[in-house]
């Protein structure tokens, strides 16, 4: 169906008849021109794109709008001690520094305060028709505190009337966690389904120019090419910070400048605007930077570095072009400024700002749509494509919330450009699974509204844990709310089930980060209604001893122990915190040789010693009896190495597949005192597990010499493994002047600083410093077993080592190579499904080997 024109002119209207002639401008696109029987002209459309019908289904439901409906009754909310920021001058970025600066000191204030209660932090303009982006900010700041310490924190929005001033002793008596009183009436936000599209899409001009800042990264591909192809968009100027041309603008069917700029720069917007010329017809701003990191941890330096390339970028783009008379002005927001998300606080408040700015911009007449994205799938190009961990993507993904395809996201900005409201969410909820996932915001309850719960049922209800355990014997209590905190730790991590989560194990070893731990404390204070300390998770960081905790915290009446007593002195300085500090002040090679210096005093057993060092593995994966058995060895060079829980999700009901773990992170510190030691304590496992069963050994970056050496000792046993996939391996082990390697282990130096004092461990980073000290000098041996290499994209630390580098990982000994989708960060997580697909695919084909579908 038709679906934009462009260059209509009616040249003689009141025709009875006409001839009508289509002329094919592109594979979607025609010209029409329309005569009388004589020939005379009476219209031409110069344009017109057409596309194919589809149902709409994604698009329809998955984009929404915050509705404002009356709070409910008063008298629920507990004590309340009222914040309101202020000051600052300048323009509305400069102001929204002050703002946010003054609340983030008052918000980490609060969160290490002991005293009970909630702080209210009121704005004046944050939300509304024309709202102030600066106070919008404040708003995502604490939507993130809101999401890492629930119940700790409100939000009032005043409208500068006295009637709002007059009802906010009632709205504070209020649980709700955020309100805007408009009028006197007390109001609080529903996402809700989004109007009807019963607009029209923008007017581009065919011959005009569209920027796009960030336009060099995946999202940016995405929207590019369905400008191109939809609207018949003819001239691009894609800005980026570096200006580097990727590989696809050479396949747009259009003119595409790629120009760098620093758009957070106010003198260099209005030099990429000139340049544009006076044909530009819409901007679509998608440049910005993740750096998350919990309200803990964030300072005012790293507010400003996220507003910088989101925020201060959008408001000079705004002032650049406010008389240009732009067809479409659109920035690419996120949910998180919506909704609040744990450890995005900074990133949540440059988000609200764009928001905000679009509904201002819009009540000024001025065009405007800000788009807040959920996820979007890996390899599609978001913001979530800088998440590496599993866990961080299942933070991101779980609760009810799926990623977008491309698909999906081109459908839902069209829908987005002929939709009236300037503040849209295009999200993937599935509401069955938001009911499902335990406590709902009340933001989603429209969403998702609370089941009834069954009679005598114990739902997940708050503080529903309380009454079921005080129903059982005083001798039961525990053992229960351990497997109840065992269920919650496998759905924070997205292990299959409880059972799958072993119980001798310490969190970090399973795949947690500071946020998931976060995330974990949050459910477990909602189920009990105890109030946890958000380090709760790496305070007592095993099951066994979160239980205790916990057991203890919800004081049920019985002769529990007690909660251990304070500390009386500041703990030393952890190991962990220093190597970082050498990480980002000295460099890597010097925090690597902090890494081997530490771990030379280790003390190492022999391998007659071995059975009494070993680890039992984790189940992740469960498949087909008949199918060979995988067993997962990880790597030892930077500390974020990620768990296999992408992958094992993929492979699960197709293969077993067991993680393996190296000794020494534990409590017992010893270490291996040579590789053949090691070889043959995990080919001891392997066997047992396996017994009869055929063995795929599938090594992770270093993780694949030690996949290797197990496999050689292995068909020296007499037991050859079937296969050995190395995925990301290069050369087989990681030297301190190898550039791969280094690069890898820069990765480090971005991570929050919060996971380095609570994440990794003391213990995990000296035995990981031992693991680069046995591989110094290793090169792997002839080996009679077949091998797979899969290989990913270079990482941003790579690239921004050398970006016309190869860096891809290499093999000396005779090996099979498959290219596989995402990089050193994501295969085993995002990316994990099409690494089990390559993986499954090769063992299928190679080694004669099938699991079940």
């Known amino acids: 169906m038709p679906f934009a024109l462009s260059g209509v002119t009616l040249h003689a209207p009141g025709a009875a008849a006409a001839r009508v002639v289509s002329t094919r401008l592109g594979p979607d696109e025609v010209r029409i021109t329309v005569t009388d ?21 994604a698009a ?10 009356p709070a409910g009754p008063a008298g629920a909310a507990g004590p309340a001690e009222v914040f309101r ?18 609340t983030l000191a008052r918000l980490a204030g609060h969160a290490t305060d002991d005293r009970p209660g909630r702080l209210v932090v009121v704005t004046e303009r944050a939300t509304g028709p024309d709202p102030d982006p600066a106070a919008a900010a404040v708003w995502g700041l ?69 920027l796009i800042t960030g336009g060099t990264g995946g999202l940016a591909a995405v929207l590019a090419r369905h400008l191109v192809s939809a609207y018949g968009i003819r001239h691009l100027v894609l800005a980026s910070r570096r200006g580097s041309a990727p590989e696809w603008t050479g396949e747009l069917d259009a003119d595409v400048a790629v120009v760098a700029c620093d758009v957070s720069d106010r003198a260099a917007v209005d030099r990429l605007v000139a340049r544009c010329g006076p044909g530009l017809t819409a901007v679509f701003h998608l440049a910005g930077v993740l750096d998350d990191g919990l309200l803990t941890a964030l300072t005012p330096g790293r507010l400003a570095a996220s507003l910088a390339p989101k925020a201060d970028a959008a408001w000079h783009l705004h002032e650049a072009t406010e008389r240009s008379g732009l067809a479409a002005f659109v920035l690419y927001s996120s949910a998180a400024g919506v909704l609040g998300r744990p450890g995005q606080g900074n990133y949540a408040a440059a988000n609200a700002f764009l928001d905000a700015l679009a509904a201002h911009r819009r009540a000024r007449g001025l065009p405007a749509h800000s788009l807040a994205w959920g996820l979007w799938q890996a390899g599609e190009g978001g913001m979530g494509e800088r998440v590496a961990s599993g866990a961080s993507r299942r933070r991101l993904t779980g609760g009810g919330v799926r990623a977008l395809t491309a698909a999906e996201g081109a459908a839902l900005l069209d829908r987005a450009l002929r939709t009236p409201e300037p503040v849209l969410v295009p999200i993937a909820i599935d509401r069955r699974d938001l009911a499902a996932s335990g406590p709902v915001p009340p933001i989603l309850a429209g969403l998702a509204p609370p089941p009834a719960p069954a009679p ?10 309380r009454d079921r355990l005080t129903a059982l014997p005083e001798a039961e209590r525990k053992d229960t709310l351990a497997g109840l905190i065992q269920a ?15 119980a001798g194990r310490d969190f970090a070893d399973l795949g947690f980060d500071s946020l998931a731990g976060v995330q974990l404390r949050n459910r477990l204070s909602a189920f009990t209604g105890a109030r946890l300390d958000a380090t709760v998770v790496y305070d007592h960081p095993s099951l066994a001893a979160l239980t205790a905790h916990v057991y203890a915290a919800m004081d049920l009446g019985a002769a529990g122990e007690p909660p251990p007593p304070p500390p009386t002195a500041a703990p030393p300085e952890r ?8 990480l980002r002040t000295e460099g890597v090679r010097a925090a690597l040789a902090l890494r081997y210096l530490a771990s030379a005093g280790l003390p190492a057993f022999p391998a007659a010693d071995r059975a009494e060092h070993a680890v039992e593995p984790l189940r992740l994966a469960a498949g087909d009896p008949a199918a060979p058995v995988l067993f997962f060895l990880p790597g030892y060079l930077a500390l974020a190495t990620p768990a296999p829980l992408g992958l094992a999700r993929a492979l699960d009901g197709a293969y077993d597949l067991h993680a393996l773990s190296n000794p020494g992170s534990g409590p017992r510190r010893e270490v291996p005192d040579s590789v053949d030691t090691l070889a043959r304590l995990h080919a001891d496992t392997v066997r047992r597990i396996a017994g009869d069963r055929p063995v795929v050994l599938v ?60 994440v990794f461990t003391d213990a995990a980073m000296l035995a990981g410093g031992a693991y680069l000290r046995l591989f110094d000098a290793w090169k792997p041996g002839p080996s009679p077993v077949p091998a797979l290499l899969l290989r990913a994209g270079p990482t941003r630390e790579m690239l921004a080592a050398d970006p016309a580098g190869d860096w891809r990982p290499r093999w000396p000994l005779p090996h099979e190579v498959m290219d596989i989708p995402g990089d050193h960060d994501s295969v085993l997580s995002a990316d994990g499904a099409s690494t089990a697909a390559a993986l499954r695919t090769w063992i299928e084909a190679r080694a004669g080997l099938e699991g079940d579908e």
């Open 456 to 465: 005598g049922a114990a739902g997940p209800e708050l503080g529903g844990w």
């Open 699 to 758: 090594g992770f970056c270093t993780g694949g010499a030690i996949a290797h050496e197990v496999g050689v000792r292995l068909a020296a046993d007499g037991f050859p493994p079937a296969g050995l996939v190395l995925v990301e391996t290069h050369h087989g082990a990681a030297g301190r002047d190898d550039p791969r390697s280094l690069a890898l282990v820069e990765s480090d130096r971005e991570l929050p600083e919060e996971l380095f004092h609570g």
């Open 142 to 210: 604490v939507g993130s505190a809101q999401a890492e310490h629930p119940g700790r924190y409100a939000l009032v929005d005043l409208c500068g009337t006295p009637e709002s001033a007059a009802a906010l002793p009632r709205a504070l008596t209020l649980a709700e966690p955020r309100l805007a009183i408009r009028g006197g009436t007390v109001l609080a936000p529903r996402l809700g389904p989004a109007g009807p599209a019963d607009g029209v899409p923008p007017a581009f001009d065919p011959d005009g120019t569209v």
């Open 37 to 57: 029987p004589s020939g005379r002209p009476v219209a031409t459309v110069e344009s017109m794109v057409s596309r194919e019908v589809t149902d709409g289904g």
């Open 85 to 102: 920021p202020s000051g600052g001058d300048g323009d509305a970025p400069a102001r929204a520094r002050v703002l946010l600066a003054a």
């Open 60 to 69: 329809r439901r998955h984009l929404y709008r915050l509705d404002w409906a």
């Open 575 to 582: 190991l962990t915190a220093v190597y970082r500090r050498v």
């Open 488 to 502: 919650e730790v496998a759905a924070v991590l997205g292990f299959p089930g409880a059972a799958s989560v072993p």
